[in-house]
């Protein structure tokens, strides 16, 4: 996609919706059919809102960042607030057959979903890195989008909110059971990339990067690998148990007690090795994390060696 394409800003549903011509029945919440849609050209758009579209059909391009996406049949793609997303329709391509679930978040306020909304990390997952689905679990999104569709139909009353908001958090939900199972299956994909975080884990804590750059980031990693961080981070998880952020943090506390067994290195050089600033903070973390501080570990280990 070309670089010098108008970003539009869709800060409301209602905005969203005149650009696709679709019709607003509810201002903070809508269902969007694209066979419906007036076409539009290639485009950038800021969203104001959550947006998860499930996609049954080929026809577009869709970009997130850097990173774009040819979709396959039978895919869900999310977006937070405020990530601007491009769309490159193909040439002669038909409409694609896609529905799309929009919720603003003030929508959420005051509700236990908008307690935990950023629980459901897919949200910020990068745009290659779209749910799969089998046509059952097509089907079972597609149910609940069909039922928030039945709600905002009806004649608005007391209900209406808390049943469109549970009939989201239960897709929502399914989603991440979908996740959890593409990660699952994908297990040798998985193993490459774990092996790929723990080399490039290794490189710069022992290379000395650390000291340079400071302390090590998940954004780091994900980066390096072409990933998002929030996907890095759950895909580590389902392999490990451990979150990236504790991997590295496990990753730090070994090369610390190494180097604390080094009678020539103080706690200061210690500290820079690991990418603090200060030692005070090293020494935080170290007994936050081994339960002694580093001079008490440093002791320890003197005294049994």
């Known amino acids: 996609m070309k670089d010098n394409v108008d970003?539009?800003?869709?800060?409301?549903?209602e905005q969203y919706n005149k650009f696709f011509g679709f019709e607003t029945r509810h201002p903070l919440v809508?269902?969007?059919?694209?066979?419906?849609s007036v076409?539009?050209?290639?485009?950038?758009?800021?969203?104001?809102?959550?947006?998860?579209?499930?996609?049954?059909?080929?026809?577009?391009i869709i970009n997130y960042g850097k990173t774009v996406y040819d979709f396959d049949d039978e895919t869900v793609v999310s977006f937070a607030p405020g990530q601007t997303v491009g769309i490159h329709r193909l040439e002669d391509g038909v409409v694609p057959e896609a529905i799309g679930l929009l919720f603003h978040p003030d929508f959420l306020h005051r509700t236990e979903l908008g307690?935990?909304?950023?629980?459901y990390s897919f949200f910020s997952y990068a745009s290659n890195e779209a749910l799969h689905l089998s046509v059952e679990e097509r089907i079972i999104l597609q149910?609940?989008?069909?039922k928030i569709v039945r709600e905002?139909?009806?004649?608005?009353?007391?209900?209406?909110?808390?049943?469109?908001?549970?009939?989201?958090?239960v897709l929502l939900n399914y989603c991440m059971r979908f996740y959890e199972r593409q990660f699952i299956?994908?297990?040798e994909i998985n193993n490459d990339v774990l092996v790929r975080f723990e080399q490039l884990l290794d490189e710069y804590m022992d290379s000395g990067k650390a000291s340079l750059y400071g302390i090590p980031t998940v954004k780091y990693f994900a980066d390096k690998i072409c990933l998002s961080p929030n996907y890095l981070g759950d895909l580590v998880k389902s392999e490990t148990g451990k979150t990236a952020q504790e991997f590295i943090q496990l990753k730090m506390i070994n090369v610390a007690k190494n180097a604390l067994i080094d009678p020539n290195l103080n706690t200061k050089q210690i500290a820079e090795m690991l990418g603090f600033q200060h030692p005070q903070h090293f020494m935080r973390f170290f007994k936050k994390q081994v339960g002694c501080t580093p001079k008490e570990y440093r002791n320890q280990n003197v005294a049994t060696a």
């Open 152 to 169: 905002l139909q009806h004649p608005i009353d007391k209900f209406s909110k808390s049943l469109i908001i549970s009939n989201i958090e």
């Open 30 to 36: 809508g269902i969007v059919h694209f066979d419906q």
């Open 115 to 119: 307690q935990k909304i950023k629980q």
């Open 143 to 146: 149910d609940y989008m069909e």
């Open 7 to 13: 970003i539009i800003k869709a800060d409301t549903i």
């Open 39 to 60: 076409p539009q050209p290639t485009h950038k758009m800021t969203l104001g809102f959550y947006a998860l579209f499930l996609k049954k059909t080929t026809g577009c």
């Open 185 to 187: 299956t994908r297990e």
